[in-house]
């Protein structure tokens, strides 16, 4: 069973940034993919940014340039950074997890793709 614990969302202005952390328990996040997605009030789930064990990295169109992703292994705990953030970022992010393997980067973009999920964190970002 694989646990992941959320951190680090709040309110901030436009342009300021934020670290979303993800701590996991029960597998090595080292071995599995990760991704990061997010959902506003009245939307769908939405993918923000997921990354393959061998480091290959999707980003939506959306966040590209502004946020990026990372794992420290020995803490066994990913990271969303966001930089210049906009009021459209505003949303609920989640942590994902899977134990399933996919040849193409684009299936890691899917929500159905992901075993295990953060409980959430909210993200509000002021005009």
């Known amino acids: 069973q694989v646990q992941l614990l959320e951190s680090g969302g709040g309110l901030v202005q436009a342009g300021d940034s934020l670290r979303l952390s993800c701590a996991a328990s029960g597998r090595e996040i080292r071995n599995y993919g990760v991704g990061w997605f997010r959902q506003a009030p009245g939307k769908e789930r939405e993918v923000v940014i997921v990354?393959?064990?061998?480091?290959?990295?999707y980003y939506s169109d959306s966040v590209k340039g502004r946020f990026t992703i990372s794992r420290v292994n020995a803490k066994n705990t990913m990271y969303l950074q966001m930089n210049s953030l906009k009021p459209e970022d505003t949303a609920v992010y989640y942590c994902a997890f899977t134990l399933r393997y996919y040849s193409d980067i684009m299936d890691y973009a899917r929500v159905g793709a992901y075993d295990y999920w953060g409980q959430g964190t909210q993200v509000t970002v002021s005009s």
């Open positions: 990354q393959t064990t061998g480091g290959t990295t």
